[in-house]
Antibody, heavy 116, light 106 residues
Framework: EVLLVESGGGLVQPGGSLRLSCVAS????????MSWVRQPPGKGLEWVAN????????YYVDSVKGRFTISRDNAKNALYLQMNSLRAEDTAVYYC?????????WGQGTLVTVSS | EVVMTQSPATLSVSPGERVTLSCRAS??????LAWYQQKPGQAPRLLIY???TRATGIPARFSGSGSGTEFTLTISSLQSEDFAVYYC????????FGQGTKLEIK
C-alpha cells in the first residue's frame, strides 16, 4: 500500500521558516518525481514545487521561487520542503504527492499557518 | 501559465441524476488533463488522467472526455458519496489546477 505521511506544519510568524517532511512507503521512492501541492483554507489547489528522482532537477511556482527549497533523501524515502521568509499568503494545507499522469497518491496534508 | 477554468462553480443536483462538469484550458494541453475529487477534510483523489482514463479503483460511472482546450467529466448516475468538489488539472506545461466545481445536493 502506498502511503505518504507529512509532518512539520504549525504556526509561524511572518518572515519565519519551517521545514516540512514527507515520508513515503509502499513504492520505490527513488524512481518517482515528487511534488508539494498546497491549498489555502477554503480555496483551491496550487502546485508548489517538484523534484526529479535523483534530486538533480527541481521546479517552483513563481510565488515561492527564492524562498522555498524542495529536496529529497532517497535513502530515507523522504521528501522535504524548506520554507523561508514566510508570508501570510503561504498559509495553507501542504500536501506531498507522487507525480504520475497527474498525482496518483497524496498525503493527508500538514497545515502551515503564517500569522503574528 | 496555462489557466484552467471550470464551470459552473457550483452545481445543485439530485442523487441518480447525470451530471457533466466542464474544464477549459487557455491553450492546448493535448490530453494531459486529470480530474480529482475532494471531500471536506480529505486529500484530493485522482479520478481520471490522460483526459479519459479512469484511475485504479474508480467506478465506471465516472468518465472523462476532451482534448486540446475543452474537457468534460461526466458522472452517469450520482451517488450520495459523489457530492464533493471536483478539480481539473493540466500537466502538459507545468501543472495548474482549475478553481473547482462543487457538487451539492439539491
Amino acid at each position: 500500500e502506498v502511503l505518504l505521511v507529512e509532518s512539520g506544519g504549525g504556526l509561524v510568524q511572518p518572515g519565519g521558516s519551517l521545514r516540512l517532511s514527507c515520508v513515503a512507503s509502499g513504492f520505490t521512492f527513488s524512481s518517482r518525481w515528487m511534488s508539494w501541492v498546497r491549498q489555502p483554507p477554503g480555496k483551491g489547489l496550487e502546485w508548489v514545487a517538484n523534484i526529479k528522482q535523483d534530486g538533480s532537477e527541481d521546479y517552483y511556482v513563481d510565488s515561492v521561487k527564492g524562498r522555498f527549497t524542495i529536496s529529497r533523501d532517497n535513502a530515507k524515502n523522504a521528501l522535504y520542503l524548506q520554507m523561508n521568509s514566510l508570508r501570510a499568503e503561504d498559509t495553507a494545507v501542504y500536501y506531498c504527492a507522487r507525480d504520475s499522469d497527474g498525482y496518483d497518491y497524496w498525503g493527508q496534508g500538514t497545515l502551515v499557518t503564517v500569522s503574528s | 501559465e496555462v489557466v484552467m477554468t471550470q464551470s459552473p462553480a457550483t452545481l445543485s443536483v439530485s442523487p441518480g441524476e447525470r451530471v457533466t462538469l466542464s474544464c477549459r484550458a487557455s491553450q492546448s494541453v493535448r490530453s494531459k488533463l486529470a480530474w480529482y475529487q475532494q471531500k471536506p477534510g480529505q486529500a484530493p483523489r485522482l479520478l481520471i488522467y490522460g483526459a479519459s482514463t479512469r484511475a485504479t479503483g474508480i467506478p465506471a460511472r465516472f468518465s472523462g472526455s476532451g482534448s486540446g482546450t475543452e474537457f468534460t467529466l461526466t458522472i452517469s448516475s450520482l451517488q450520495s458519496e459523489d457530492f464533493a468538489v471536483y478539480y481539473c488539472q493540466q500537466y502538459n506545461h507545468w501543472k495548474t489546477f482549475g478553481q473547482g466545481t462543487k457538487l451539492e445536493i439539491k
